[in-house]
């Protein structure tokens, strides 16, 4: 199986969202991003760095509460929020595999559901400490491998 991973330690919210923004940008429809951490490690900020990369109008915040939220666009993303579940049913139930094709999907607290993940998948491991945030982006599968490398690739030029 072909896999790449980034691992990074970023220092404030904005530099998180700029590197999640670089990912944003090269996702498309089909796309699924399994955002795994502990409370406050930084997922919900760095969905909102997807959401600049992919041009999503309006706020993002947190669906922790309405379980799934929607946000149109050229490329529309579908926050999901796995932290109240307690199967991946209820992701189901609430609309997550109707969108999933045409949508890119970020879903946090996604170590509790690995079962939905795809054989595509990008994994984010969020950690928060002291210092920072260390984040592990893993492009699992021939496409997210790929787009994990030129990421890469990316910050090693700079």
């Known amino acids: 199986m072909h896999q790449a ?3 990074l330690h970023t220092h404030s919210c904005e530099e998180t969202r700029t590197l999640a923004e670089k990912l944003g940008a090269r996702l498309k ?3 699924f991003v399994a955002l795994c951490g502990p409370l406050g490690a930084g997922k919900t900020c760095f969905v909102q760095g997807l959401a600049v990369g992919l041009r999503v109008a309006g706020p993002v915040t947190s669906p922790t509460f309405i ?3 929607y946000h149109p666009g050229l490329v529309p993303l579908c926050h999901a929020d796995a932290y109240r579940i307690a199967t991946a ?3 189901e139930d609430a609309g997550l595999t ?3 094709e045409e949508a890119v999907v970020a879903l946090e607290w996604a170590e509790k559901v690995p079962e939905i993940w795809p054989n595509q998948v990008y994994v984010v491991q969020l950690e928060y400490s ?3 945030r260390r984040i592990e982006l893993m492009g ?11 990421i890469s690739d990316a910050y090693l030029r700079n």
């Open 5 to 7: 991973t980034l691992t």
């Open 29 to 31: 429809g089909g796309d």
């Open 67 to 69: 379980i799934i939220r």
């Open 89 to 91: 049913n209820e992701l």
């Open 98 to 100: 109707e969108v999933s």
């Open 130 to 132: 002291d210092t920072g």
């Open 140 to 150: 699992r599968g021939e496409r997210p491998a790929a787009v994990v490398r030129e």
